[in-house]
């Protein structure tokens, strides 16, 4: 008998560690430890420059300096637009994520008066982990400045740093010329961000401003400071210089810009003033006009608002706006007339009352007629009757074709690209797509004395101007000073020598006997124009113009005055200005040459002593 019989028959009842459990638990760790290691991976080499990025966020701070934006100046070297540096009030853009937010925000909000969500809105816009500094309101005052102080220890996140914002001393008198800057908008930011642009960072958005951006920008500096857990500097790990934009220097002469603001006046419309022998941009003046300077501003007003969003639109460039020529455009028409071989320099003409043409009956402007002419003394009369049986002669293609030429229904070239109109040549295509009707002998009369649907911009007027004035060539307008000779701002239109001078003989018979006498003045060299007198439309007063050049054997300069709706005609709503502006010019280039100005009393009475006052 065993002795301990019940050892070898004992049923062994474990489980544990049978079956599938242990290679369960192999597995289940495996995976745990490889999870581990993949989440490692990912941290270490996908997201690892991230997070280095978010941790250098925390430890380095860089403070950022703006950029000084270049001078501008006029051709005499006289300052257009420079820099003022006023106060502002920066942030980091973590700042109101932290506890102290809760009174630095209100703090602030009654201090700079600036409410604690539009802060807050463009501290999220930088995001979180941005590294520079925010600027939350600029052009503090005074007592704003001290208040920030007197809070200082409230007001721990808020930093006060000068500016650099642009300013215009001029103000109105060139703001279509030079433009404005403003703070990038947020569509613009997106756009421009690859190019270095930053939140609150200024651009040019009209004018010189725009168009000269890159060249006026100048680069950002700054320091990259490392601080500690509570935000202090520790030390400066690098600095770089901010660099200012370079100065530009414009064809502009301040005198004559501001002797055209002067002489436009009240007047909707425009003035511009060219060298006629190279292109170069003396003055160019459109009213309603506007202060740039509001731009600058952190946040404007709603009388700002006002006076840039008036139903005049003065932000509107009307100087590169298009509207009917009228009768300046017989330049184009006497040029298309005996360049076509069509009629002769001593041709002469029978003028009428009016002449009946397919069945319409066009006027006259005098309602009479003046006999028989020629071309300069058509030119002179400014007969409509004889412009009208040269344009049926030489017919509508000939008329479109030295209308373009000239450079009518195309962009001049000058640098306000996204600005400037083409204005209108119309032709039979246009026609038949636009009004669905084919052109006509009507069509042809109509744009021979500048009217229908053609449409020309005031600069545009001033080179047409210039082709007589120096010789047959088309210039290209041009603000931006600079050495090249004038052969390489214009092109030659390949016209006969005396076309030219039939052409300048007319233009000179305007001043000295038809309707630009009050030109006819010892107060200026001699000069040459033409007026023009446009229909605008039922029950709207007349468009009209001005145009001249001077001195008339060896002109220097082109002055083409503009009035939107002015009503009366142009040889006395804007030649009077256009006499403003030359008599600017030759009393400050020749002193003592030519007498002084008449003051506007006597003026008006030679003004009214025999001109001639029609078209």
Not at 142 to 157: F, G, M, P, R, S
Not at 263 to 280: E, F, H, S, T
């Amino acid at each position: 008998m065993s002795l301990f019989p019940s050892l070898g028959n004992k049923k062994d009842t474990r489980t544990v560690g049978r079956g599938f459990q242990p290679i369960f638990l192999i597995i289940f760790t495996l995976l745990m430890i490889g999870g581990i290691e993949a989440r490692l991976a990912y941290l270490q080499i996908v997201e690892g420059p991230k997070l280095r990025q978010r941790a250098e966020a925390n430890r380095v701070r860089l403070i950022l300096k703006q950029p000084e934006r270049g001078n501008i100046f006029d051709r005499n070297g006289k300052l257009l637009a420079s820099t003022r540096y006023p106060s502002s009030v920066y942030l980091w853009p973590m700042a109101h994520t932290k506890p102290s937010w809760s009174v630095v925000g209100p703090r602030l909000e009654k201090i700079i008066n600036i409410p604690q969500a539009e802060m807050e809105k463009k501290l999220e816009e930088a995001g979180a982990n941005s590294s520079s500094l925010i600027r939350i309101a600029r052009d503090l005052n005074e007592a704003q400045i001290t208040a920030v102080k007197e809070y200082k220890n409230e007001l721990k996140d808020v930093e006060i740093n000068t500016d650099t914002v642009r300013y215009y001393p001029h103000a109105q008198d060139l703001a279509h010329v030079l433009g404005y800057t403003r703070e990038l908008t947020a569509e613009q930011l997106i756009e421009k961000k690859q190019e270095g642009y930053r939140l609150g960072d200024v651009i040019g958005q009209m004018g010189v401003e725009k168009a000269y951006e890159k060249t006026l920008r100048g680069e950002w500096g700054g320091q990259q400071v490392e601080v500690d857990g509570a935000g202090r500097p520790i030390r400066v790990l690098g600095e770089k210089e901010a660099k200012s934009g370079n100065d530009l220097h414009l064809n502009i002469d301040l005198d004559v810009q501001r002797a055209a603001e002067k002489a436009l006046g009240k007047y909707q419309g425009a003035i511009v003033a060219l060298d006629p022998n190279n292109g170069a941009i003396l003055a160019m003046v459109s009213y309603p006009t506007f202060d740039p300077n509001i731009f600058s501003k952190q946040k404007l007003s709603q009388k700002d608002w006002e006076s840039v969003q008036g139903k005049d639109h003065p932000l509107v460039n009307r100087a590169l706006s298009a509207f009917p020529p009228a009768s300046t455009f017989k330049i184009v028409t006497t040029t298309a007339g005996l360049e076509s071989g069509q009629f002769s320099p001593n041709t002469v003409l029978q003028t009428f009352g009016s002449l009946t043409i397919g069945g319409v009956t066009f006027g006259e402007w005098n309602h009479a007629g003046f006999g028989p002419l020629g071309f300069p003394g058509a030119m002179a009369m400014s007969s409509d009757t004889f412009f009208y049986q040269v344009g049926r002669q030489v017919g509508g293609p000939t008329l479109i074709e030295w209308s373009r030429k000239y450079g009518f229904g195309q962009k001049t070239g000058i640098e306000f690209v996204n600005e400037e109109l083409k204005g209108l040549v119309p032709d039979e295509i246009w026609k038949l797509k636009v009004l669905k009707t084919p052109w006509t002998v009507g069509d042809t009369i109509n744009m021979s004395i500048g009217q229908g649907a053609l449409q020309v911009t005031p600069l545009q007027a001033a080179i047409m101007f210039s082709v007589p004035a120096n010789g047959g060539y088309r210039v290209k307008p041009h603000l931006l000073k600079d050495h090249k000779q004038a052969k390489s701002w214009r092109e030659s239109m390949n016209m006969k020598p005396v076309t030219i001078t039939v052409l300048r003989d007319g233009l000179r018979k305007v001043v000295t006997e038809g309707t630009g006498k009050s030109l006819n003045v010892p107060s200026i060299a001699p000069a040459s124009g033409k007026s023009g007198t446009a229909e605008a439309g039922a029950g709207r007063p007349n468009h009209t113009w001005f145009g001249a050049y001077a001195p008339s054997n060896k002109p220097e300069i082109v002055v083409v005055a503009f009035g939107e709706n002015s009503g009366d005609h142009g040889g006395t709503v804007c030649g009077p200005m256009v006499l403003q502006v030359l008599e600017a010019y030759f009393q400050h280039k020749y002193p003592g040459k030519y007498e002084k100005p008449q003051s506007e009393e006597s003026a008006a009475k030679t003004e009214n002593s025999g001109n001639v006052t029609g078209d």
